[in-house]
């Protein structure tokens, strides 16, 4: 019964990874991430410099020696650049899973038990998609402090909605299948049936939710670290484009290198959750 | 139930609604940490006795209620409390603030809105195309990066290398310089190119991808298929029975974010230093003026419930299936 079970849902996996390794872009996309991932990781190994080693070598333009060039103190860009990944894409996947968390308990619960409870849950969920979210964040951060830990937990907090509607009408729809039924009459109780029976089966487009979660969550960061609201203790992306704005005319690479690691990391997400999109509804495909 | 009776109905509906966004706001002001008096005197010399007197005139030693209720009939006669930061009535400053944001906005929505929903349906009616690829893949490009720092970008060179536009404010200052009649209004639309085209592009990539997803989503449709079986022409499918389903969920998107163009300006305002409302918040959050703040969060969201009522009442009267109950 079990194995059986298990072999079915590989069987599932391997077909939605054919239909999602059709979509180049998104192939593409998972490779940027998985490089940008082991990059940060290894930081202290791969950066040439120590990121915040002041030196007299400011404003040095690009070269061999600083391939993204040198900042207003003299530190080496690429080196920061690297560091700033690590805490800009842990940022955008710790928020990313906070709201994922709340969003799919949310709707798993929602659509799993109907009636008076998905409507109340659903009218909160209503509720909190016409908040102006970025505009709370920054109320809060700023009252209560711009640390990385306040960062992402406002940003996941307040990005969920989306993610319970889609967790919700998968619930829904799951939940009226066979199979569960079957799961019920062999004595599975409803924890054991939303958790086991159909959260795996809700997955794809879960993960959806997640990779644009993570992008929005790296965007906001930096929209956030812009705005003089960033964590001033860490590297981040975004951090360093606060610190470039005023320097534009006398330094371009301090801008342009992390901007540029902001939108290709943002673009392989948004790919990435477009591809899973396209694999899910082969008709509805975007290409 | 006719047309008129739906929008009142729905009109009453967001009074509680409004209710509840004040409410809200009076939980954040008062679960803001730090003492208010503090704040505000902790800086002079003055006593702790002196504090409690401060604290009584204040009205903070009163229950919470009545606290709220006096909140509420402030906000309700237009005060949204003084700035500290400008040394004027956070009201007054907004009222100032909004022509040089709604200018901005206008100038960047509005093109946004009309060239994202064309090429949206333009994608979609040729899906898997020449032309969808490169208009999604142009989309997916905009929808994705930075919008403050598209503006970085954009003023390195079209400002910095290029010195085709200013790069910061509405007009140009110096008094040599400074302009009249038709050359003082070329002046401001210079400035406002590139403000206006930034913005815009992150509305349009994100009007491309929705107005493309919900047509595609529309064309599958079994009244689609029928009326294809019928033997209508292509375009009189897509104009007459596609576009008008797919354009609802767009208009809920350009609804919310009418609803909420002083944060959208936020960010584009900071860069290009745009005197407006966004640029006034900028100067709140870097004050930690939390009045000002408070005032524009709240501002805004009265502008959300008030957007989307007029989003739902024009549901109401485009989509013939919405039956008012």
Not at chain 1, 255 to 272: E, Q, R, S
Not at chain 2, 255 to 270: K, P, Q, W
Request: glycine residues 8%.
């Amino acid at each position: 019964m079990i194995s059986s079970q298990t072999r079915e849902s590989f069987a599932r996996w391997t077909s939605f990874w054919r239909e999602y390794s059709k979509h180049r872009g998104a192939v593409i996309g998972l490779g940027v991430i998985t490089a940008m991932i082991t990059v940060s990781a290894l930081a202290p190994y791969v950066a040439p410099f120590d990121p915040e080693e002041i030196t007299v070598d400011r404003w040095l333009p690009p070269s061999s020696h600083h391939l993204m060039g040198t900042d207003n103190m003299g530190r080496d860009v690429l080196s920061r650049t690297i560091w700033g990944g690590r805490i800009s894409l842990f940022i955008g996947f710790v928020a990313a899973t906070i709201a994922i968390l709340v969003g799919v308990l949310i709707g798993a619960m929602a659509g799993y038990f109907g009636g008076k409870l998905d409507d109340l849950l659903m009218r909160l969920t209503d509720g909190f998609m016409v908040i102006p979210t970025f505009f709370l964040v920054l109320l809060i951060v700023s009252m209560f402090g711009s640390t990385t830990f306040n960062i992402m937990i406002v940003l996941g907090l307040t990005s969920w909605p989306e993610t319970a509607r889609v967790a919700r009408a998968e619930f829904l729809s799951l939940s009226k299948m066979e199979f569960i039924d079957a799961a019920r009459v062999l004595g599975a109780g409803d924890l054991r049936i939303m958790f086991f029976h159909i959260l795996p089966n809700a997955f794809p487009p879960i993960l959806v939710a997640l990779s644009m979660r993570v992008a929005g969550a790296i965007l906001n960061e930096a929209a956030l670290s812009f705005l003089g609201l960033g964590d001033i203790n860490v590297i981040t992306w975004g951090q360093m484009l606060h610190g470039a704005i005023r320097y534009m005319a006398l330094g371009w690479w301090m801008a342009v290198f992390p901007g540029l690691c902001i939108f290709f990391t943002v673009l392989a997400f948004n790919i990435i959750g477009d591809g899973l999109t396209d694999a899910l509804n082969p008709r509805l495909r975007h290409r | 139930m006719s047309l008129r009776t739906y929008v009142f109905r729905r009109s009453l509906y967001s009074i509680p609604l409004v209710f509840f966004v004040i409410l809200f706001n009076f939980i954040l002001i008062h679960s803001a940490p730090g003492d208010p008096v503090i704040y505000l005197y902790g800086h002079l010399d003055v006593s702790g006795e002196q504090m409690e007197i401060i604290r009584e005139q204040m009205g903070l030693r009163d229950p919470l209620y009545r606290q709220f209720l006096t909140y509420l009939s402030r906000i309700l006669t237009g005060d949204l409390g003084y700035s500290f930061y400008f040394r004027q009535p956070v009201i007054e400053l907004f009222a100032q603030g909004l022509p040089a944001t709604l200018m901005l906005m206008f100038a960047s929505i509005l093109p946004a809105t009309v060239i994202g929903v064309i090429l949206g349906v333009i994608a979609a009616k040729h899906a898997r195309s020449r032309a969808d690829y490169l208009i999604s893949t142009l989309a997916i490009y905009g929808y994705s990066f930075p919008v403050f720092w598209g503006g970085m970008v954009s003023i390195l060179i079209f400002s910095v290398w290029l010195g085709w536009f200013p790069a910061m404010g509405m007009t140009t200052l110096t008094a040599a310089q400074a302009k009249t009649g038709v050359d003082y209004y070329v002046d401001v639309l210079r400035h406002l190119f590139l403000p206006a085209i930034v913005l815009g592009m992150w509305y349009l990539a994100s009007y491309v991808r929705f107005t493309r997803a919900s047509m595609l989503e529309v064309l599958e449709k079994d009244y689609i298929i029928t009326a294809r079986s019928k033997g209508l022409e292509d375009n009189q499918i897509l104009f007459k029975h596609a576009l008008r389903n797919a354009l609802l969920p767009v208009l809920t998107v350009v609804g919310l974010n009418l609803g909420m163009v002083f944060t959208g300006a936020v960010i584009t305002e900071t860069v290009f230093a745009w005197p407006g409302i966004g640029s006034l918040l900028q100067a709140g959050i870097v004050s930690r003026d939390y009045t000002l703040l408070m005032g524009g969060f709240l501002i805004t969201s009265i502008c959300v419930v008030f957007a989307n009522l007029v989003t739902d009442c024009m549901y109401a009267i485009l989509d013939p299936r919405i039956t008012y109950k």
